[in-house]
Nanobody, 123 residues
């Protein structure tokens, strides 16, 4: 599975961005998809994602602001980010895994990763 993330950029606090991850080379509908981020000097952390079943998960700090969605026809997963804060600044990665029972909030559960896209939120 190959993943390509896009949609990052620079916005002011309170602004919005929409990230997209395009998957190829696998059966997309069977993949658990996750979004992670890594800020300078910090560990990679889970942001949100959607399991193959359609259920979603979010880290507490983005609940109510971020929304994850997927399109199994276009093989894409999106992360709509609203009310962005400076602390959301990081490189965002999409990740995929085909195993049905994995710990979707843990980065090491994913076998496939995109290249990352930078999100910068200024105050």
């Amino acid at each position: 599975v190959q993943l390509q993330a896009s949609g990052g950029g620079s916005v002011q606090a309170g602004g919005s961005l929409r990230l997209t991850c395009l998957a190829s080379g696998g059966t997309f509908s069977r993949l658990n998809m996750g979004w992670f981020r890594q800020a300078p000097g910090k560990e990679r952390e889970v942001v949100a994602g959607m399991r193959w079943s359609g259920s979603t998960f979010y880290t507490d700090s983005v609940k109510g602001r971020f929304t994850v969605s997927r399109d199994n026809v276009k093989n894409t997963v999106h992360l709509q980010m609203n009310s962005l804060k400076p602390e959301d600044t990081a490189v965002y990665f999409c990740a995929a895994d085909s195993r049905r029972s994995v710990a979707v909030r843990i980065a090491t559960s994913y076998d496939f990763w995109g290249q990352g896209t930078q999100v910068t939120v200024s105050s």
